[in-house]
């Protein structure tokens, strides 16, 4: 090869975003953030995937939470996989439903239950890229909502998740009174029940922190980022700060376009 076409090819390469390993000594190569073609940023300074968040952000809620349920079943593929790994044989027990969302909103809705989505689905609503395999919500526990929501679980076969099973369980209204927050399996998938939020407080402080969003042609108040960002802060948990990083990100590509 000439010096010419060596040059050139050099140039080109460097065109692209790439860089020649002769040019640089090791420290250089392994120094610096990533860059790609195009030269636009992919990566936030916290390690957030940029690209990922602004293309959620062109879909509409539906298609974020739909786009989550199709994730689902490599994901679940996957844990089985690696449980089947390290204990040499694993029996599935779960049935074929992994989560029905439309399904759960529409009985909460037939039967009027007061209530806010929260957690993973909140997180997806605004634009993250986490992909969860519950529906998590704050209720309002007035005896009457109780009541609405004994009435919208009660064909859906709720027990608690994790517990032994034939475990004495009901819910009903007695059981929701006596207690507070309930993690359940359900026929149509895990729903996590929360009397309050962490950081926020009762349902109707949960509520002062929520946007109303037609979802399915169904009204659905959603915990809004704001909201999640404070509830994330003060449960403190280890993956509470990773989505704490993503939500940040997805504040100020929010604050940005309202400029």
Excluded at 15 to 24: H, I, S
Excluded at 101 to 120: A, D, M, N
Excluded at 148 to 162: E, N, T
Aim: aromatic share 6%; proline share 3%.
């Amino acid at each position: 090869m000439t010096k010419e076409k060596k040059s050139s090819s050099e140039s080109e390469q460097q065109g692209n975003g790439a860089v020649a390993e002769n040019a640089l000594g090791a420290d250089q190569l392994l120094s610096g953030p990533i860059r790609f073609h195009g030269g636009y940023q992919v990566y936030s300074e916290s390690g957030v995937d940029l690209t990922m968040l602004r293309e959620n952000l062109k879909r509409t809620v539906s298609e974020r939470w739909e786009k989550n349920c199709l994730a689902l079943p490599a994901i679940m593929a996957f844990r089985k996989a690696g449980m089947r790994q390290r204990l040499g044989s694993f029996n599935w027990e779960r049935g074929p439903v992994l989560l029905d969302i439309p399904g759960i909103l529409r009985l909460f809705s037939t039967h009027q239950v007061e209530y806010v989505v929260i957690g993973g689905l909140a997180l997806i609503s605004h634009g993250s890229d986490y992909v969860t395999k519950d529906v998590d919500i704050c209720y309002a526990r007035s005896p009457q909502n109780i009541n609405a929501l004994v009435a919208a679980c009660s064909s859906i076969h709720p027990y608690l998740r994790g517990a032994p099973p034939g475990l004495p369980f009901k819910f009903d209204a007695a059981t929701i009174q006596a207690g507070l927050n309930f993690t359940l399996i359900t026929d149509l998938g895990d729903i996590d029940f929360l009397g309050e939020v962490s950081g926020i407080g009762d349902y109707q402080k949960v509520v002062a922190m929520s946007d109303e969003k037609e979802i399915y042609e169904i009204r659905v108040r959603i915990l809004s980022l704001d909201g999640l960002i404070a509830a994330k802060k003060a449960a403190g948990r280890t993956k509470d700060k990773l989505h704490l990083l993503e939500l940040e990100e997805l504040r100020k590509l929010r604050d940005e376009g309202a400029k």
